[in-house]
């Protein structure tokens, strides 16, 4: 097992919490803390990520929701309240340089999360996310549904960004304002729907903690948070985050198809 901290943040904003990460991931590429988990829910916004499109935007007039051109691989996602957002910063050093393995850890971790609460779910070849594919709690089989979103950025093998699980809210973004994750015809599904009852995204996180351990050998430790303790500003760290790196940078596009998860340098791979 290796230590790590766990920060709930509860409600953040998006360039809040962006900053935050690369703090942390500058802190973590130094040895100064140990691998950190965060784990939040976002004020309502579209984030466009590396291969994200103009064409994938189409809001409705009078539509009040923040765009955000993000660092992160894949296309196009919605966040909002009702979701369960967890960005690991982790030092893949300690946990096997191979973005793709990566990508499909995080899968399992949706999973076993998801297992824990109820909700059957798997994914699907040729795409990266979690999906529902069975009966939902009315009996009914609409065919495979997205729950659970993922898009990383790596940087001299330090992970930023994660996965997003729709836990109870209005899925009608992912369909109406983008094309959510370039998927033109994708359905959308949320562990409400899937159980037929409402569900917190309190419920649910300590699942997804407990998973996302247990996946990664991780021992977590709460940081508080309370009243922003811990998000303070740290310029050095943001600075040593963002300096290249020969042969320690990648991109895993892993909102979309399995392929966009192999957006790496050569060099990483190597």
Known sequence: MVGAYVMQLGRVGYGEAWDLQRSLAGAVSQGAIPDTVLFLEHDPVIT?????????????????????????GGKS?????????????????????????????????????????????STIDGLTGVWVEGPNAA???????????????????ITTHGFAINVDLDPTPFTQWITACGLEAAAFTTVARELGRPVSVEELRPLAAASLAGVFGLELDDLPAEDGAGQWPQPRHIAIAEKPAR?????????????DAALVDDEVLA
């Open 48 to 72: 466009l990520g590396r291969t994200a499109t103009e064409g994938e935007l189409h809001l409705p007039e009078g539509v009040q929701v923040e765009v955000v051109e993000t660092d992160r």
């Open 77 to 121: 996602t919605y966040h909002g309240p009702g979701q369960l957002v967890c960005y690991p910063i982790l030092d893949l050093h300690r946990h096997g340089k191979d973005v793709k393995e990566y990508v499909r850890r995080l899968e399992q971790a949706i999973i076993g999360a998801l297992e824990q609460i109820g909700v059957e779910a």
């Open 139 to 157: 009996g009914e089989n609409p065919g495979p549904r997205k729950i659970a979103s993922i898009g990383v950025h790596i940087t001299r093998w």
């Open 247 to 259: 042969g320690s940078n990648a991109t895993a596009s892993a909102i979309g198809s399995a392929d």
